[in-house]
Structure formats: structure tokens, C-alpha cells
T-cell receptor
Framework: KAGVTQTPRYLIKTRGQQVTLSCSPI?????VSWYQQTPGQGLQFLFE???????NKGNFPGRFSGRQFSNSRSEMNVSTLELGDSALYLC?????????????FGPGTRLTVL | AQKITQTQPGMFVQEKEAVTLDCTYD???????LFWYKQPSSGEMIFLIY??????QNATEGRYSLNFQKARKSANLVISASQLGDSAMYFC????????????FGKGTRLHILP
């Protein structure tokens, strides 16, 4: 069974631009969560999607948004990029939402904002 | 207030020794889950072990065990017979019950295994 895939793996953008990151969960998994990881703040929860609906949201500004498609693939979008958005963005999938199953993480997308 | 506290930013341990990574948590929920993840330098998060709040036995997975002390709100990870490949960042995480059940991670502990 294929793992969680994230594209692209690396991205360089400039301030003010927008970016879209993609995450394909493990086949059959319906819940996708997104995290931002920075050296200063650690791993911070962005949002979780389940069955195309946002189920939970972290404390990030509205520039961060996401969606989930009917095949459970998810995208997150960051508009008007700031230098502080430089981070590793991780997505994780679970079979169901709100359970204590382990989350399977993808390799991440490393975003650099210049 | 921090919900997951990992007090050891970094640790150096001799190969083959046992290692204990500390984790304390804060929740008023009765139902919750505790997780440990390993993150090598490659960046990918690897699930290690899970403990449910109602589990009476400490969880074990191979060389990993979770020392769960519910009254102290402590969930320490124990790695027996450490190996060079154990060098990585380790994160403790918690998922609470209820509607706001997102997973919260601690700041992590960087473990260095010395040959």
C-alpha cells in the first residue's frame, strides 16, 4: 500500500506570492491533517479535513486555507506569503477522524519564502 | 498553557544503553490518546507507539515502551538497547476526546546516540 505523498517536495517563493501544496493520503484514508513545522514554533496544527469538510482548525491567519476532494486528496493554500511562512509543511492521514489511530505522515514540503 | 511538555531539548546517550525521553501532558479530559513519533533528519515523521488513557498496561512496540503514569500525567518513552539509527528528533503528542480533538505535539527532544 502506497504511503502518504506530498508534492512538491521543495518550493521557493517570494514574499507576496501564493502557493498550493498537495497531499494524497493512503488509499482508503478519509482524514487528512496539515501541520507547519518551524525551528522556533515546532509542529503546529493547521487544519484537518474529513469527507471534504474542515473538521478542525488551528490558530493560523486566514491566509492559510485548505480543501479536500472527493477522492480524499487535499490541498492547502497560502496566499500573500510572508518570510515567516518558510517551514516544513507536513500532511498526515488516518482512516477515520477523531479516533486514536496513528497518523501516517508524508515526507513534507519544504517551503522557502525569499 | 502548554499541553505537552518535553523538558529535554537534547540528549546524548552511549550506544546500547537504555534511554528515557520525558513527556508530561495536561488535559481535563478522561478520554485521550498519547503518541510518540520519531523524526530523522530526512524530515518524515515515523509513528512509534500509542497509549490510550484507559489502557491499564503500558504500551510496548519492540524496543519501544511507554511508561504511562496517569496520576502524574506522564508518558515517557523508553528505548531499550539504543542503536546509532535511533539518533533523531522525538515528539510526544496527545489527542484529546471531544469535538476539539486535534493532535498537539510537544517541542521535541533531539537524541544523539554515541558510538
Amino acid at each position: 500500500k502506497a504511503g502518504v505523498t506530498q508534492t512538491p517536495r521543495y518550493l521557493i517563493k517570494t514574499r507576496g506570492q501564493q502557493v498550493t501544496l498537495s497531499c494524497s493520503p493512503i488509499s482508503g484514508h478519509r482524514s487528512v491533517s496539515w501541520y507547519q513545522q518551524t525551528p522556533g514554533q515546532g509542529l503546529q496544527f493547521l487544519f484537518e479535513y474529513f469527507s471534504e469538510t474542515q473538521r478542525n482548525k488551528g490558530n493560523f491567519p486566514g491566509r492559510f486555507s485548505g480543501r479536500q476532494f472527493s477522492n480524499s486528496r487535499s490541498e492547502m493554500n497560502v496566499s500573500t506569503l510572508e518570510l515567516g511562512d518558510s517551514a516544513l509543511y507536513l500532511c498526515a492521514s488516518t482512516a477515520l477522524a477523531g479516533t486514536y489511530n496513528e497518523q501516517f505522515f508524508g515526507p513534507g514540503t519544504r517551503l522557502t519564502v525569499l | 498553557a502548554q499541553k505537552i511538555t518535553q523538558t529535554q531539548p537534547g540528549m546524548f546517550v552511549q550506544e546500547k544503553e537504555a534511554v528515557t525521553l520525558d513527556c508530561t501532558y495536561d488535559t481535563s479530559d478522561q478520554s485521550y490518546g498519547l503518541f510518540w513519533y520519531k523524526q530523522p533528519s530526512s524530515g518524515e515523521m515515523i509513528f512509534l507507539i500509542y497509549q490510550g488513557s484507559y489502557d491499564e498496561q503500558n504500551a510496548t512496540e519492540g524496543r519501544y515502551s511507554l511508561n504511562f503514569q496517569k496520576a502524574r500525567k506522564s508518558a515517557n518513552l523508553v528505548i531499550s538497547a539504543s542503536q546509532l539509527g535511533d539518533s533523531a528528533m522525538y515528539f510526544c503528542a496527545m489527542r484529546e476526546g471531544g469535538r476539539d480533538d486535534k493532535i498537539i505535539f510537544g517541542k521535541g527532544t533531539r537524541l544523539h546516540i554515541l558510538p
